[in-house]
């Protein structure tokens, strides 16, 4: 399938500005022009009931958390807790506001967004600790924040749909749901197909991005290789929570998503999987530019509704 007309132009847009790709500027800059490009390209700002900024006891620390209520009600609400990607080096709070808010408003779900220590200050396994920490922490406090702790999703773009896979397997039987969107599986090295067929840097990601970024995370590439880093490496996925995976035809990590999806149906899972065929890495944060923007935050929305 070819490109979808505003992916096109989304690309072409991009390369006319000839600007830097992610690995050639230092980690400050990048994640400066990362959170930039993804405000610039939110789309309208969501309205919540309540948008609400507070830190929780860490493995190490204070974690900063920013909590989405999208209405006022006695009922309680499903609990999303989102790891925002960008690679462990780049992405924060703020450049997945409004992602977070229309997932949380769509779903009828209060969302807990995790601000994680990043890469290189913070090395593996920081951030990911972060988030188990975090998310164990709304399971025990969700019902305070108005929630039902007996659904709670964990869900996460690129690296934090890897973190996402990796709580969901930590945290086995806590969670109800997860929902990995063009998840980073496997940091052991294995050859797919389509690292080579689009990491080239035509498509926004490269894999000379995604060296940069593993550089950062990790000094030592053998840690990664286990599943707390490459969540496909699990021996045994049985008794995880349902899956849906959502990937992009034009995206390096296309592949590697797509067997995890398979790897988790394949231990008895109920894995659902969905490529949009004609976008690339990271669409969802672009629905001011991307029409498969909206079309996936939809499907996450609604997978989250029918599920709980």
């Known amino acids: 399938m070819a490109l979808d007309q505003t992916t096109e132009a989304f690309l072409k847009g991009l390369a006319e500005q000839e600007g830097p790709a992610f690995h050639e500027l230092p980690p400050e800059k990048c994640r400066e022009l990362f959170t930039g490009l993804c405000v610039s390209l939110q789309g309208d700002v969501v309205s919540m009931d309540s948008v609400a900024n507070q830190t929780i ?4 620390g204070d974690i900063p958390i920013r909590i989405y209520h999208p209405k006022k009600t006695q009922e309680k609400l499903p609990l999303i807790v989102l790891f925002h990607g960008g690679g462990w080096v780049i992405g924060d709070l703020e450049s997945h506001d409004n992602m977070c808010r229309y997932i949380a408003k769509a779903s009828e779900a209060i969302l807990v967004a995790v601000d994680y220590r990043l890469a290189p200050e913070n090395k593996f396994p920081s951030g990911v600790d972060d988030c188990i920490a975090a998310t164990d922490w709304v399971c025990k406090h969700g019902a305070d924040l108005g929630g039902d702790t007996g659904k709670v999703v964990v869900t996460g773009d690129s690296a934090g749909g890897n973190m ?3 709580v969901a397997q930590q945290l086995k039987g806590k969670i109800a749901l997860q929902v990995l969107i063009y998840p980073v599986t496997d940091l052991t090295g294995t050859d797919y197909a389509s690292r080579g ?6 498509y926004l990601l490269s894999m000379a991005d995604m060296e940069y970024f593993g550089g950062h995370y990790s000094n030592n590439p ?3 290789a286990g599943p707390k880093a490459s969540p496909i490496t699990q021996a045994d996925l049985s008794g995880l929570a349902p899956a849906l995976t959502i990937t992009a035809g034009y995206d390096p990590l296309v592949d590697e998503g797509k067997a ?19 976008t690339i890495h990271g669409f969802t ?22 599920e709980l």
């Open 57 to 60: 006891d860490g493995p190490n």
């Open 222 to 224: 053998e840690e990664l």
């Open 164 to 166: 996402a896979a990796v």
């Open 285 to 306: 944060l672009f629905p001011a530019a991307l029409t498969s923007a909206q079309e996936g935050l939809d499907l996450i929305a609604d997978y989250i509704k029918r």
């Open 260 to 278: 995890y999806a398979d790897k988790l149906k394949e231990a008895g899972v109920k894995s659902e999987y969905k490529c949009f065929e004609g």
């Open 197 to 202: 067929k689009f990491g080239g840097g035509e």
